[in-house]
């Protein structure tokens, strides 16, 4: 243990001894367009957006508010709001809170998909309501003068504030609460210009600043990650907007919001080096840490618990090779550590940051873009361990896609933003019904029986669901001093500051993923020069994953062409640039090649050994026993031509897929395929495959 923490303090002053340059040249950097800065007009975007607005967003607050079914039948015992009534009141240690501890932290995250959402679309009706829930819970943490604000703690363990006293922070989420807090304030008073939410999250953040540190301060991290990535939200805001300051009653010090992350995230690892989680077991390890054993001074004066492999907590992150524990806990930390890298450049973080990514695509991620093998705590499986049943977490598909995003952000690599469309096309949609009021939790490749459910004991999913796709708009362009960038082929309108004055609109019209044809109309103001950059997909290139977990072959090349005429394409970086004088009405096309096509898996993936994968475009299909009364039997042949077409009367719309197979006796058969985010809307519980057979 001693080797341990001397390794652990040398890599604490490496990183400590990084300059805080505040931080990275500006030009350097790669700017998102704000979610409100796009206008979405798609044919396959649209109508969903308009579903997860209209009733997803109602669904799930009623369903925090309790009106759901439920084996007690009391909406009161099951209404998360009330929690911030009791608290408001002064209620504390009253033995009685509806749901999770982590709940607070859920309808933070709900609110942050919601003020997205209205960013894009006001509507009074909805923003009212976030805004009563806003009176709720300022009123609660003023109860407690330090702006502490945790409804479990409160009302079931007051004793406990952040874990500690014979607490236990895993289980109560004290600090992730707070981080999802500090994100919804920042995102609602982006959508909404009011300070309300934000003043109590800056109370909040202030509060952790002054509590959390090095010492005298306490040796605090999140169990849960996410507020690593939301604090630097809040700092860049400040520091963006130091007009702000002005309008919030509490202090701002947006430099302390960025040494807490800085603090969590270079603190991981040092600990006391107990309790050993993998050796002692949860329940042995639990009780250690409520004893508070981790207090006795041979640990030293700042000394707190080992999370483990399962929080990430194990080691320094600096030092860590591979992707693991909790899924969703892993993908929210590493988000976090790349976002920091956005902010001061340090090498470090994002050679940290790229190794997990490139370990979790390369090795340890599910064709469709899912992540999180094993049930048991949620977690990554070793590398090539890609079972058809697997875990995936639609909250752990959310954060790889955040992951990759960030990741986009800060290297300008299109290889992240593959990812990114992989992960959304598939793994995040197939979290929610096409009614918009059913979720997943778990999305295994092929089930015997996998219904959505209304509502869950543990509801994590469609928070994070939320967060996003209503997200979506602002992944679609990005820019660069005189670059453009196209990342998303979503029918829509932005306007984009190229170099110091130039202002150019781009209109984007597709019907993508049913179609590959991408036109993009370039206007700027006046005739100027600067270079657009669109994104051509790995799987187009014959590269369906930058390190050949997964391969295909056999799609014609793609074209580009500008104004009619087709131009020769070098794709850098995932990017074919065009670099040009441009005027007004200049037009891209670009055309991708949407064919069905094979995709196999890696030779040390021996799950997935002779199996094999129907995929068109971004889209992974399955076969769905609703179409396949014999899916058990059916055995693809591959010498068939594979039939695609758009089938408007099908689940809303979609590309259908169609090809010969065989069954157990070689009776040749029709087999019809669809997207696989769209399993499990026709007949609850209906079996289905993505990784299937071929028929030898």
């Given at each position: 243990m001693k080797l341990y923490s001397i390794v652990s303090l040398i890599v604490l002053i490496t990183v400590a001894g990084c300059t805080n340059s505040d931080h990275r040249n500006k030009d350097e950097v790669i700017r998102f367009q704000e979610v409100s800065q796009v206008v979405i007009n798609d044919s396959f975007w649209s109508p969903k957006m308009e579903v997860w607005r209209s009733v997803t967003a109602h669904d799930v607050l009623d369903k925090f508010e309790g009106k759901h079914h439920h084996d007690s039948g009391v909406q009161e015992e099951n209404d998360a709001f009330r929690n911030f009534d009791l608290v408001a009141r002064g209620e504390r240690g009253i033995g009685r809170h509806a749901g999770f501890p982590w709940f607070d932290g859920l309808i933070y995250e709900t609110i942050r998909g919601v003020s997205d959402f209205l960013s894009q679309s006001p509507d009074k009706e909805l923003e009212q309501r976030i805004d009563a829930y806003i009176d709720r819970i300022e009123a609660a943490q003023q109860s407690d003068p330090t702006g502490y604000l945790e409804t479990y703690t409160q009302l079931m363990e007051p004793g406990h504030p952040w874990g500690e006293h014979g607490g236990f922070l895993r289980w109560q989420h004290d600090v992730y609460n707070a981080g999802m807090l500090v994100e919804a304030g920042v995102h609602y008073y982006k959508a909404t210009g009011k300070t309300k939410l934000l003043e109590v999250s800056t109370r909040f953040a202030n509060y952790m600043c002054d509590y959390m540190g090095s010492q005298?301060?306490?040796?605090?991290?999140?169990?849960?990650?996410?507020?690593?990535?939301?604090?630097?939200?809040?700092?860049?805001?400040?520091?963006?907007?130091?007009?702000?300051?002005?309008?919030?009653?509490?202090?701002?010090?947006?430099?302390?919001?960025?040494?807490?992350?800085?603090?969590?995230?270079?603190?991981?690892?040092?600990?006391?080096?107990?309790?050993?989680?993998?050796?002692?077991?949860?329940?042995?390890?639990?009780?250690?840490?409520?004893e508070e054993k981790y207090l006795d001074s041979k640990f030293g004066p700042h000394s707190r618990p080992s999370w483990g492999d399962y929080a990430q907590d194990s080691i320094s992150v600096f030092e860590q090779k591979t992707i693991e524990g909790h899924a969703v806990r892993a993908t929210l930390l590493a988000t976090g550590i790349a976002a920091m890298a956005i902010q001061n450049g340090e090498k470090l973080y994002a050679e940290t940051a790229g190794n997990l990514w490139s370990n979790m695509v390369g090795?340890?991620?599910?064709?469709?873009?899912?992540?999180?093998?094993?049930?048991?705590?949620?977690?990554?499986?070793?590398?090539?361990?890609?079972?058809?049943?697997?875990?995936?977490?639609?909250?752990?598909?959310?954060?790889?896609?955040?992951?990759?995003?960030?990741?986009?952000?800060?290297?300008?690599?299109?290889k992240y933003m593959d990812e990114l469309e992989r992960v959304l096309y598939n793994g995040v949609l197939t979290g929610i019904s096409l009614s918009g009021d059913h979720y997943t939790y778990q999305n295994p490749l092929n089930a015997d029986n996998h219904s959505r459910w209304e509502w869950h004991d543990c509801p994590?999913?469609?928070?994070?669901?939320?967060?996003?796709?209503?997200?979506?708009?602002?992944?679609?362009?990005?820019?660069?001093?005189?670059?453009?960038?196209?990342?998303?082929?979503?029918?829509?309108?932005?306007?984009?500051?190229?170099?110091?004055?130039?202002?150019?609109?781009?209109?984007?019209?597709?019907?993508?993923?049913?179609?590959?044809?991408?036109?993009?109309?370039?206007?700027?103001?006046?005739?100027?020069?600067?270079?657009?950059?669109?994104?051509?997909?790995?799987?187009?290139?014959?590269?369906?994953?930058?390190?050949?977990?997964?391969?295909?072959?056999?799609?014609?090349?793609?074209?580009?062409?500008?104004?009619?005429?087709?131009?020769?394409?070098?794709?850098?970086?995932?990017?074919?640039?065009?670099?040009?004088?441009?005027?007004?009405?200049?037009?891209?096309?670009?055309?991708?090649?949407?064919?069905?096509?094979?995709?196999?898996?890696?030779?040390?993936?021996?799950?997935?050994?002779?199996?094999?994968?129907i995929a068109s475009g971004p889209l992974v299909y399955c076969l769905e026993q609703f179409d396949n009364s014999n899916l058990e039997q059916l055995k693809l042949d591959l010498h068939s031509h594979l039939e695609i077409e758009y089938q408007k009367e099908t689940l809303g719309g979609v590309n259908v897929v169609r090809g010969k197979a065989f069954d157990d006796s070689s009776n040749e058969l029709v087999f019809t395929a669809i997207p696989y985010f769209a399993v499990g809307n026709r007949q609850p519980g209906c079996s289905y495959k993505v990784w299937l057979p071929p028929y030898k």
């Open positions: 005298p301060k306490k040796n605090l991290v999140p169990s849960h990650s996410g507020p690593e990535e939301a604090l630097v939200k809040l700092y860049e805001l400040y520091r963006d907007h130091p007009e702000l300051k002005k309008e919030i009653n509490v202090p701002v010090n947006e430099d302390a919001y960025y040494e807490l992350v800085k603090f969590w995230i270079e603190n991981r690892g040092n600990n006391c080096g107990y309790p050993l989680w993998l050796a002692w077991g949860n329940q042995e390890s639990e009780k250690w840490i409520k090795k340890r991620m599910f064709i469709t873009g899912g992540v999180g093998a094993i049930h048991h705590d949620e977690k990554f499986g070793p590398d090539y361990f890609l079972p058809t049943d697997a875990y995936l977490e639609t909250c752990a598909a959310v954060g790889a896609g955040f992951f990759s995003q960030r990741m986009n952000e800060l290297t300008g690599d299109g994590c999913c469609p928070p994070m669901f939320m967060k996003m796709v209503s997200a979506l708009s602002g992944y679609i362009y990005a820019h660069r001093q005189d670059t453009v960038y196209v990342n998303l082929f979503i029918g829509s309108d932005t306007q984009v500051k190229i170099g110091k004055n130039s202002v150019v609109k781009l209109k984007q019209e597709t019907r993508y993923p049913w179609d590959g044809r991408v036109l993009l109309t370039v206007d700027p103001e006046q005739e100027s020069q600067f270079t657009v950059k669109l994104r051509v997909p790995g799987w187009a290139q014959g590269v369906e994953n930058p390190y050949g977990l997964y391969y295909s072959e056999g799609l014609p090349p793609v074209q580009l062409k500008v104004n009619g005429d087709i131009v020769e394409m070098k794709p850098d970086n995932g990017y074919a640039g065009i670099n040009r004088v441009w005027k007004k009405g200049d037009q891209i096309e670009l055309l991708l090649p949407l064919q069905p096509r094979i995709v196999r898996a890696h030779k040390q993936v021996a799950d997935l050994n002779e199996k094999l994968v």
